[in-house]
């Protein structure tokens, strides 16, 4: 377990460090701007580039292996929209950020740096799969669900092209779709560019954990759901579990993979839950506590994972 503690003491080092540097400094939440647009147009992209354009294309056509974790995560998040919408008789606008809080994790920010840190560069490829499909996957659920719940009044045709450049034009998704055509042919970069995209690749875990401290310490807690209660075990716990459940009834796949899958599904809740509540003006306040929330419990439940992972408790497949 010391080891354990020894790998996230850095990761959320870096989140407690940029907490406490935006309690100090005040800076405004516009700060934080260019940042978040390093990260997610630049350090990330050619991560994911790297990782990808570097890998033998056998691995990344390996469509069982997302649809399964795909279908992981929309099972939990059905569950939770049916909790909410027919026990706790919430609106279908407020079950879908829930349902979100509860399913859509921070795998952008936090989920290269640890996986990488937790099982080497065997992880890379099924973390770069995972952000790319789970995000493409968000990106087409929330608009089109809260088109049916009425918060979004433009028209069908209208959303519908707004999803597409939204998915189509992503920056996890080019760069992760330019690398699979260099792993293809087979392409080599050249060494000065290459050299960049090492510099870009080697900011992103930092920047992004540290722009994610940032940012729980500019939405503090106002308003604490009771749904919380529900939404941090599934999101912890039941969706891990899931996950792990899934992948091993669907297939032989490597054992980095399934535990790779497994860990990203127990990050907290991604601070996009916010973003989709604050577009469409529904449940902002209590999606931000549960972000918040779901993240100071994690620094109790991760290692629990890993420990789980690493001691041989968990094995590589439940169905050999």
């Known amino acids: 377990m010391a080891d354990i503690i020894a790998l996230l003491l850095p990761f959320f080092g870096l989140i407690l460090i940029g907490y406490i540097a935006a309690k100090v400094t005040k800076q405004p ?35 069982d292996f997302i649809f399964g974790e795909i279908g992981a995560t929309y099972l939990v998040f059905s569950v939770l ?39 080497g560069e065997a992880a890379a490829v099924p973390v770069a799969l995972i952000v790319c499909f789970e995000n493409a996957t968000h990106f087409i659920v929330a608009p089109a669900m809260m088109a049916v719940a009425g918060g979004d009044k433009r028209p069908a045709a209208q959303v519908a092209v707004d999803i597409a ?14 690398g699979f055509c260099f792993a293809v042919f087979s392409v080599r970069p ?29 939405r503090p807690i ?32 490597d054992p980095v993979w399934i ?28 999606a931000s506590a549960s972000i918040l929330i779901t993240t100071i419990l994690s620094v109790a439940t991760l290692p629990i994972v890993l420990y789980l992972i690493h001691s041989g408790l968990l094995p590589p497949d439940l169905v050999p």
């Not at 034009?169 to 992760?176: D, G, K, M, R």
């Not at 050249?190 to 500019?218: E, H, K, N, S």
């Not at 790779?260 to 209590?286: C, D, H, K, M």
Request: hydrophobic share 55%; with cysteine; net charge positive.
């Open 222 to 253: 106002r308003r604490v759901p009771v749904e919380i209660g529900y939404i941090s075990v599934f999101k912890l716990i039941l969706l891990p579990a899931t996950t792990y459940v899934v992948l091993s009834l669907i297939g032989n796949f």
């Open 165 to 178: 450049k939204k998915v189509g034009l992503h920056p996890f998704i080019v760069s992760t779709a330019l």
């Open 81 to 119: 929209f049916l909790i909410g919408f027919f026990i706790r008789r919430n609106s279908f606008a407020d079950c879908t950020i829930q349902s979100f809080a509860g399913a859509y994790g921070n795998i952008g920010y936090m989920g290269p740096g640890l996986a990488l840190l937790a099982f």
């Open 190 to 218: 050249p060494d000065a560019f290459q050299r960049l995209i090492d510099y870009l690749a080697q900011a992103a875990a930092p920047c992004a954990l540290f722009a994610m401290g940032v940012t729980l310490a500019l």
């Open 29 to 63: 939440a516009e700060a934080l701007g260019w940042m978040n647009t390093f990260i997610i147009y630049a350090a990330l992209p050619a991560l994911f580039f790297k990782l990808v354009s570097r890998t033998p294309v056998e691995q990344l056509t390996q469509a």
């Open 259 to 286: 535990y790779s899958a497994t860990l990203l599904s127990a990050l907290p809740a991604a601070t996009n839950v916010f973003v989709i509540g604050q577009q469409y003006g529904v449940w902002q306040e209590r």
